[in-house]
Nanobody, 115 residues
Framework: QVQVVESGGGLVQAGGSLRLSCVAS????????MGWYRQAPGKQRDLVAT???????TYADSVKGRFTVSRINAKNTVYLQMNSMKPEDTAVYYC?????????WGQGTQVTVSS
């Protein structure tokens, strides 16, 4: 069973920054794309950013220019640096890891941005 564990959520004022981390267990060679999704209360879970093993990234339009996704393959770790945060960024953030073609999710970490 692959375990995916996020950390780094919390409360931040608008305009501030937070960095999320996510580490996955298992074989380094079995991990493909990694990414972040978020779910606000009463809304569906949406993509925030993804990154391939080669470092190719994709971002939701709402976070482009503010958030940066990165990863360290040797550590099975993916990060999400969030800058210039807005109240609408408030959500539970979930890490997603593709392991041998199957998606695995973390338990989620709460991010709250106060105005």
């Amino acid at each position: 069973q692959v375990q995916v564990v996020e950390s780094g959520g919390g409360l931040v004022q608008a305009g501030g920054s937070l960095r999320l981390s996510c580490v996955a267990s298992g074989s380094i060679l079995s991990i493909g794309d990694m990414g972040w999704y978020r779910q606000a209360p009463g809304k569906q879970r949406d993509l925030v950013a993804t990154i391939t093993r080669l470092g190719i990234t994709t971002y939701a339009d709402s976070v482009k220019g503010r958030f940066t996704v990165s990863r360290i393959n040797a550590k099975n770790t993916v990060y999400l640096q969030m800058n210039s945060m807005k109240p609408e960024d408030t959500a539970v953030y979930y890490c997603n890891v593709n392991y041998n073609g199957w998606p695995y999710w973390g338990q989620g970490t709460q991010v709250t941005v106060s105005s």
